[in-house]
């Protein structure tokens, strides 16, 4: 019997249902595998970011070296610590890889960090609740020095890591600290932090100094492991330009030691002091009171300005030298020619000498000046004429910036709006200068009527590939004088260092000649009247040294100095100068025996002349030799041909051969870099001041490969300034204003 066929409508819908899905899977896996897209995101892409890492390589911050490659500023290794909060990173882990315990953890790391133990708890359970890798802890948790990272360490506390980083170090601690200023770690907006400079050089610079970072990018698994066979690529880190200032670290630490110890013994409101070169204009040394240590800013006040460049002082007696160089151009200084010493009138006003307007009776223009009399000023500005003084005052660069390499330079005024206002600014009141200025002035008068512009940067380098990105020479001014002019003050200046009546006399030094102007200003109160009194003025001295060829020009300003009744103002100011002036004058090996009989001498061309005979004719000169290698043909010679060089100065000259190492013993730090440079020696460098060892014994043949180690000692302190022959005796001028 035939039976009947009945179709089954539900097993018809189901092959409808599934094999439509079997089909839908199947057109989308075929879709996808010639796409290579789902949901219009390419598959490759998720799958490279899923196991595509990159780890960022940091670049470090560019250096501040001196003049000689000494550090000033530099990046240094440093830790930053993060705990790592996500459970699953301790799967398949023996040992616990994540914070197991954070109230512990908390308890234990507010011992060791800078955060309270509720702060550091918080942190870590943010971690855990919002399921994060990691945390950190802030600056609290970074610049950690590697022995607090080995103690934290070894407390074992699970999830605790360590990663290193960068800290910005200031290794000469206090140390032209306005000048240089300081650079802060700051968060970026993806959670990473960079040094940022805050002030100073620091942030002047901060783009050239800021590197790039470099990164490495490579692939891994799911918990971070690089996969086998796996090819990495790495983009080098760039560093930050380096910057190579014309500061000579050592001669800033004797401006620095010479100051420390005037503010601990006079106590002054604020001082600022400033060593140039006084051939070239290169800042030697700069910095001011109350400063404060750039690793920890601590002694950061409110003020963060650098008062040698951006703030204005009236000068006092300083200016009279400026004065007397525009009589002498323009022909009307007779040194001889006397005139009334104690009062002179404008009109309704009247000047007075510091004796109260006593004077000395009638006195020669040369001794009014060694006695720093207002009057014989005034009488200057008639024979001179009001505009032809000011004129010179304006070329001598006052009223306008110097035009230095740093920001915010302040101009000062030049008032010369009524009569009164260029009388006393002939003597240095009512008329605003920066330390700087008077600096630049005194080049024209230290360099035979040449004016050097001041700067402090030598040059930027590059140091991913040593190109030098900018490199500043000597800038020569208009001069505002001749030659002649310039001599004649020179030698008045030296006058009043040697003169009975001279207000300078502290300010002589043991074996070096000295010239220069004290100044006693007043200082403004802000509502057109001025503060007066012995512990109440701005005591101020400009100078140079030796006078025979000046080196060195030092600005010396002491604000309110808490002196005592058997002092004058002068004495906090001449102990700073005399300190620093000496012995960077022995650092720079100037003779200080019979200077007053060295002359300059002009280098010759040595190179490709017979050794011996060149080192007697130098030495014939008066000059010391100082020969490295002892082949027959000079190869190179230190200072170069045409450099002026004193009397009893070194030249350093280079043969080929074997190198016997000399005795350094006394050498100086300046001289011991120039004879590793030329020689090539690895000679390794201790201390500062002068060599009172060395590792092996003079005569002793030497390479590149002889490992050789120099130190030095900073030399003694000079010997206390002169004091005042009775207590009765005035030495120091203070300068009043004219009176109704």
Known sequence: MNKKFRFQWGAFLMFLLYGGLFFVLLSRFVFIQVTGTAEGQSLATKAESKYNRVQEIPASRGEILDRNGEVIAEDTLSYKMIAVTREDVSNNSSIPRHVVDPGDTANILAEYID???EEILEILNNGIEKDKYQVEFGKAGRDLS???????KSLELPGIMFIQDLKRLYPNGTFASHLIGFALKEETEDGKSKAVGKMGLEYIYDKALTGTPGKVEYQSDTKGFLLPKADKMVTDAQDGYNIHLTLDKTIENFLEDAMNKAEEKYKPEKMTAIVANAKTGEILAMSQRPTFEPNTREGLSTNWLNEAIEQTIEPGSTMKIFTLASAIEEGVWNPNEKFKSGTYKVFDRTIRDHNNGLGWGPISYLEGFQRSSNVSMAFLLNKIGDETFIEYIRRFGFGQPTGIDLPNEAAGIVNDKYPINRVTTTYGQGVTVTPI?????????????????????????????????????????KSPISASTANQVKDILESTVTSDHGTAQRFKLEGYTSAGKTGTAQIPKGDGSYLWGRQLFLYSFLGMAPVEDPQLIVYVAVHKPKIKDTEVGSQPVAEIFNSVTESSLKYLNIEPENLELSKPITMP????KNLVDIQMDLEAQGLKTVIIGQADKVVEQYPKAGTSVISKGTVFVKGSGEIQLPNFNGWSKRNLMIYKSLSGLPIEIIGDGYVSKQSLTAGSIVTSETPIVVQLSTPQEVADPVVEKEETEEVEETEQLPQD
Not at 437 to 456: D, S
């Open 437 to 477: 200025q008077m600096v630049q002035a005194m080049t024209a008068i230290a360099n035979e009527g040449t004016m050097m512009q001041p700067f402090v940067i030598d040059k930027i380098v590059n140091p991913n590939t040593g190109e030098i990105i900018e490199d500043n020479e000597p800038v020569e001014k």
């Open 605 to 608: 061309d040595l190179v490709g």
């Open 146 to 152: 590697h022995q607090k990272m080995l103690e934290i």
């Open 115 to 117: 955060l309270p133990q």
